[in-house]
């Protein structure tokens, strides 16, 4: 039997995303309404592909607040 994170899945809640990068959980609630990431609360597990998409937004140069 394959692990959760072998279907796509990271092991990350949206809290434990925001505590990783220092940002608030309204920041990264906000990242997913942007990216249309859907979740039910802040300790909602993210699809991988979601978490790197908004690693890579807020790390990017100039990401700024998206408002």
Request: glycine share 2%; aromatic share 8%.
């Amino acid at each position: 039997m394959l692990p959760e994170t072998a279907v796509g899945f990271a092991d990350i809640s949206i809290v434990d995303l925001a505590e990783d990068y220092q940002l608030t959980v309204a920041e990264v609630l906000r990242w997913c309404d942007h990216y249309d990431i859907p979740y039910r609360s802040p300790e909602s597990l993210l699809a991988l592909e979601d978490a790197k998409k908004i690693i890579l937004a807020v790390q990017a140069p100039f990401s700024g607040d998206i408002a």
